[in-house]
């Protein structure tokens, strides 16, 4: 068995030496007559006036890479760091063998917000890494971000990736540089670096109290949750945000309605609109009336009801072109708002009973408005089923289930940043257009949170990297009782903000 020895510093006693670099998105400009330097960052344009002696050619060097400032300015460079603290949003600063200029680490900042400062621990103090910190691979390097911090670590060498391993539980400093071959400073060094840049916790106590497992604010938030939400605003992080069609010069958009899989299909019937404005609760009515209901009527769901509420929901009301040249992809019009006239929803319906339809799985085309037969398989279905039941708290299986999927390339084609979230918008209106159709209509409905991606890829036919269930809706006839006015129960309910409007909206409904 190989036996891991301690590393002594007289077997690694490198120095180290900090350089300093540009954000390679900064671009520096002089004035002709040498009186200003401009720096054109990401987030900003910074005029330094009258620029002391030394600083245009250090700030011109550090946008060709990391420096030295002794080596840009030797001995004469203290006069004007102090600018360059000023500009450290726009500023990289790495940490560097000094025997050879091999670059260990570098800290990055995000936003015009970023500020650092490397704090080298206290002597005996306990480190680990924050729950928060993910390490990955982008290009060739490793890099360490957080949500809590507005800089990122590049790892450019395998040394601070290992000093970076031994963090994952509570270390000494001492401990933390046993086993890597850096000699102690070197390791102080790094150390400092992540905990500037909030990657690495000093406990606050000697058993290893750390702040941040007792913040109750933090406590409840999970890293994953935590890192999406800042990545997908904008604020704490320095990724390309919006409609920048990153993909346009090598992917082709998607259609704008999906190609209908093969099967059986069923043409579903359409509703007249003056019978529906005739029939219609006013809106205040329909809104005041929606709730989740968990329960259903004796009476099915007849295939003239179905296709009115897919039509008036989901249909497609017209298709064209957004955008122009490059930039230009398929578009359509639905009930429903989507960012971009981009439409990634799909539906797929599980029917139990609608005795006009066969059982089985059915994807929605909502552009001939029809059902198409995608699987008849009833432990399929009966899976789906069993998993909207559990995760809605249903008494029996619901008539129909609605499972929304997503074509997530219709919005990461055109957006950075926000796709994904733009999904989960998309699907809260779509599920609320849901609601107040089916409120008007007088069907139960209710939204399902909870969907097993393995489980529907499978009985869908999907890819789930390319379409995968984002959200679903169980709907079906009103149970025959009469329902409570209220959505929930809540114990010691007091009645706010017109708790009548539900009762006194539903009488006018039925005058």
């Not at 840009?72 to 603290?85: C, E, I, N, Y």
């Not at 089923?385 to 997503?406: D, E, K, Q, Y």
């Not at 010691?492 to 909206?505: A, H, I, K, L, T």
Request: glycine share 8%; with cysteine.
């Amino acid at each position: 068995m190989l036996q891991s020895s301690r590393i002594d510093d007289h077997d690694h006693p490198e120095t180290i030496t900090t350089l300093w670099s540009l954000r390679e998105d900064v671009r520096v400009e002089t004035a002709e007559d040498g009186t200003a330097v401009e720096l054109h960052g990401r987030w900003s344009d910074l005029r330094v006036r009258n620029p002391e002696p030394g600083l245009v050619e250090t700030l011109r060097r550090m946008s060709l890479g990391p420096v030295s400032l002794d080596n840009v300015t030797p001995g004469g460079h203290r006069s004007w760091q102090r600018a360059l603290l000023r500009l450290q949003d726009l500023v990289v600063r790495s940490l560097a063998f000094a025997d050879n200029g091999q670059v260990l680490l570098s800290a990055v900042p995000l936003t015009n917000a970023a500020r650092f400062t490397p704090e080298p621990p206290p002597e005996g103090a306990l480190l680990k890494l924050s729950r928060f910190a993910v390490l990955r691979r982008e290009g060739d390097l490793f890099q360490l971000e957080s949500p809590l911090s507005l800089h990122r670590v590049l790892l450019h060498r395998p040394e601070a990736q290992w000093v970076v391993a031994a963090l994952g539980r509570p270390v000494s400093e001492a401990t933390a540089g046993d086993h890597v071959p850096l000699a102690r400073a070197v390791v102080r060094e790094i150390l400092g670096y992540l905990i500037g840049t909030g990657m690495v916790l000093v406990a606050r106590t000697a058993d290893g109290d750390f702040e941040e497992d007792q913040d109750p604010v933090l406590r409840t938030w999970s890293a994953n949750d935590m890192l999406f939400h800042t990545r997908s605003v904008m604020g704490r992080d320095d990724g390309d945000y919006g409609a920048t069609f990153a993909h346009a010069a090598q992917i082709k958009p998607q259609p704008a309605v999906k190609n209908p899989p093969s099967g059986t299909v069923v043409r579903l019937p359409r509703p007249d609109l003056d019978e529906l404005l005739d029939r219609d609760p006013p809106f205040t009515t329909a809104l005041e009336g929606r709730r989740s209901v968990r329960a259903y009527g004796t009476s099915a769901l007849s295939l003239r009801t179905l296709g009115e509420f897919l039509y008036r929901t989901a249909r497609v009301r017209s298709i064209g072109m957004a955008g122009e040249g490059e930039t230009a992809y398929p578009a359509s019009d639905r009930p429903y708002p989507t960012g971009g006239a981009a439409y990634d929803l799909e539906l797929y319906l599980t029917v139990r009973d609608c005795p006009e339809l066969p059982s089985g799985i059915h994807y929605y085309d909502p552009l001939d408005h029809c059902l198409v037969l995608v699987n008849e398989d009833p432990a399929a279905a009966g899976e789906l089923s069993a998993g909207a039941m559990a995760a809605a708290a249903l008494a029996t299986p619901p008539p129909v289930l609605i499972t929304l999927t997503s074509r997530f390339q219709r919005l990461s084609w055109k957006y950075s940043g926000l796709a994904y979230a733009l999904v989960l918008k998309h699907v809260g209106a779509l599920i609320q257009t849901f609601y107040l159709v089916g409120s008007a209509m007088g069907l139960a409905g209710c939204a399902v949170c909870s969907e097993d991606v393995t489980v529907c890829a499978g009985a869908l036919g999907l890819d789930w990297r390319s379409e995968s269930p984002v959200g679903s809706f169980v709907l079906g006839p009103l149970p025959d009782e009469q329902l409570p006015s209220h959505e929930h129960h809540l114990d010691d309910r007091v009645s706010v903000n017109g708790q009548d409007w539900p009762e006194r909206s539903a009488a006018v409904g039925r005058v």
